[in-house]
């Protein structure tokens, strides 16, 4: 049987139980990141709406994960190329 | 000078625009990804509200961020090791 965990986190003042096969340690992590990026668009645009700063944070997050993803990739292309 | 695009999008039946150096094609598709991990979510939870989408989209978005980014680092030290 997998275990799976259930996590009680913070965002942008409520509560989420997260349920799943990750850590404790995990969650809180991306809770606390996701978090601290709602904070820091709120900064910027104050008048932002909760659903529209949860969105932007996402887009923000999606965005950077993409180019990582690219990135990734390109640095796999490399290794196979050199063996 | 830097180029800044300005770029209107929908997700989840709002419209954001988004203004920055990214070209409308790296904001639309991701944008586009947003919006269909927002769907999915919405799938399986049909009773919440769409700041808990947009939120539960941005942990999901940064979890998968932050394994990538740790295979990543894993991947530049063994290059660093082999050298």
Partial sequence: MTER???TVTINKRTYTIVGKESRE???LIARLVDDKMKEIYES???LD????AVLTAINTMSEHVKLKEEFEELLTLIEEEK
């Fill in 45 to 47: 645009n104050k008048h």
């Fill in 5 to 7: 965990n259930k996590v």
């Fill in 26 to 28: 995990h969650v809180e």
């Fill in 50 to 53: 909760s659903t529209m700063l």
